[in-house]
């Protein structure tokens, strides 16, 4: 059974950093493609990095710079490194395993965790 656990978010002023972590377990961690969501109250989850089997990363454009996603497959986790946090990046982060949907990418799993809450300080 599937279990994706993500813990590191808080409180912080603009301009700070947070670590955010995603614990897997249930899954051939290794062998996935990883993405970090956020999700804005009422709106529907957005991918804002991808971390592949191989290690290659890609970002949404308003997080580029700021965000470095990363993965430790020993630890089954993988990690969002967060600095120069704005008020903009308010949101409940997620993560999931993806998968190819045509040009873009798709949640592998149907289960989401509990998320963390990000909340940035003007």
């Known amino acids: 059974q599937v279990q994706l656990v993500e813990s590191g978010g808080g409180l912080v002023q603009a301009g700070g950093s947070l670590r955010l972590s995603c614990a897997a377990s249930?899954?051939?961690?290794?062998?996935?493609?990883m993405g970090w969501y956020r999700q804005y109250p009422g709106k529907q989850r957005e991918l804002v990095a991808t971390?592949?089997?191989?290690?290659?990363?890609n970002y949404k454009d308003a997080v580029k710079g700021r965000f470095t996603i990363s993965r430790d497959n020993a630890k089954n986790t993988v990690y969002l490194q967060m600095n120069n946090l704005k008020p903009e990046d308010t949101a409940g982060y997620y993560c999931?395993?993806?998968?190819?949907?045509?040009?873009?990418?798709?949640?592998?799993?149907?289960?989401w965790g509990q998320g963390t809450q990000v909340t940035v300080s003007s």
């Open positions: 249930g899954i051939t961690f290794s062998a996935i493609t």
């Open positions: 971390i592949s089997s191989d290690g290659s990363t």
């Open positions: 999931n395993g993806l998968r190819r949907f045509g040009s873009s990418w798709q949640e592998r799993f149907g289960s």
